[in-house]
């Protein structure tokens, strides 16, 4: 166990559409994370949180957006799907950037 | 451009056996390099964390070594069993950006 949980496990959402994926950190952890896996390859880094603002991001389009929350929560956005979003997506927290990390079961979104 | 090499893409060993696994990595500003272990479908799981100044670590039969001068980290494992079968990943944190870069992973297969 790692004290972050994520939801939900699973999800099917038809292109066009809109997903809020959502995860729970453990307290005190005030960086998070999100990451998109496809199948069979290492996760790509979406951006990262600090204290409620974004601190970082990776080569994603702004469709994906997010946003932490001061209870440790945070949630993933993905506006106006496109069949490639499916993936697993991957939320990590730590206390701060320097810290180990520890990650969610994932979120395995596909979209038909 | 930031980049984290992992070899060999894949290996099957006997159980019992020892590996090494292999990680090279260009990026700079270096903050950490972390090992993760992930079976398929479930989040990364940590195994080390090592920082600038250290040169191994040890975490339980699963041993990391980093030379940041060369920019290389190997994972050694001993005495292999079969549950350590899973993708074993390489990730380095960009401390410019507060990025985490993923390797693609080295799938491991232990065999009875």
């Known amino acids: 166990e790692t004290g972050v949980t994520q939801s939900p496990t699973h999800l099917i959402k038809t292109r066009g559409q809109q997903v809020t994926l959502r995860c729970s950190s453990q307290?005190?952890?005030?960086?998070v994370s999100w990451y998109q896996q496809a199948l069979g390859q290492g996760p790509q880094f979406i951006f990262q949180y600090y204290r409620e603002e974004e601190n970082g991001r990776g080569n994603f389009p702004p469709r994906f957006s997010g946003l932490q929350f001061p209870n440790y929560s945070s949630e993933l956005n993905v506006n106006a799907l496109e069949l490639d979003d499916s993936a697993l997506y991957l939320c990590a927290s730590s206390k701060d950037t320097y810290t180990e990390a520890f990650f969610g079961q994932g979120t395995r979104l596909t979209v038909v | 451009k930031n980049q984290v090499e992992q070899s060999p893409q894949s290996l099957i060993i006997l159980e019992g056996k020892n590996c090494t696994l292999q990680c090279n990595y260009t990026v700079s500003p270096f903050s950490n390099l972390r090992w993760y272990k992930q079976d398929t479908g479930r989040g990364p799981v940590s195994l080390t964390i090592?920082?600038?100044?250290?040169n191994t670590k040890s975490n339980g039969r699963y041993t990391a070594t980093l030379d940041a001068d060369t920019k290389q980290s190997s994972l050694h494992i001993t005495a292999s069993q079969l549950s350590d079968s899973a993708s074993y990943i390489c990730?380095?944190?960009?401390?410019?950006?507060?990025?985490?870069?993923f390797g693609t992973g080295t799938r491991l297969k232990v065999l009875a």
């Open positions: 307290s005190g952890h005030n960086t």
């Open positions: 990730v380095v944190s960009d401390r410019g950006t507060y990025k985490y870069i």
């Open positions: 090592m920082t600038f100044s250290e």
